[in-house]
């Protein structure tokens, strides 16, 4: 499985942007699909995920009801809609694919096996 991000970009806070992940190879064997994101000198945080099995959907804190993660089978495509940006988000977003079982919760970085090579978002005051 690969993963390939983009849709990142510079946008001023308010603004909307809308990350996309293109998945490949052995696709949709997946236990969770979701997005991260790592601003500089921190470490990778969760923003978001969607279980294949259950179909539930998990968002950070800090979303707030601005992102929305979604998923097309059809296209094998991940997307995350992002709106009411604030200068906070600023960071590389990255995909990731969890295709086996580790004994780790949705929301870190470990459950996930495969990552996409990230996608830049800048948002300006």
């Known amino acids: 499985v690969q993963l390939q991000a983009s849709g990142g970009g510079l946008v001023q806070a308010g603004g909307s942007l809308t990350l996309s992940c293109a998945v490949s190879?052995?696709?949709?064997?997946?236990?969770?699909m979701g997005w991260f994101r790592q601003a500089p000198g921190k470490e990778r945080e969760f923003v978001a995920t969607l279980s294949r099995n259950s179909g539930n959907i998990y968002y950070a804190d800090f979303v707030k009801g601005r992102f929305t993660i979604s998923v097309d089978n059809a296209k094998n495509m991940v997307y995350l809609q992002m709106n009411k940006l604030e200068p906070e988000d600023t960071a590389v977003y990255y995909c990731a694919v969890a295709v086996s079982f580790r004994a780790y919760r949705h929301d870190q970085p470990r459950r996930y096996d495969i990552w996409g090579q990230g996608t830049q978002v800048t948002v300006s005051s």
């Open positions: 190879g052995r696709t949709f064997s997946s236990y969770f």
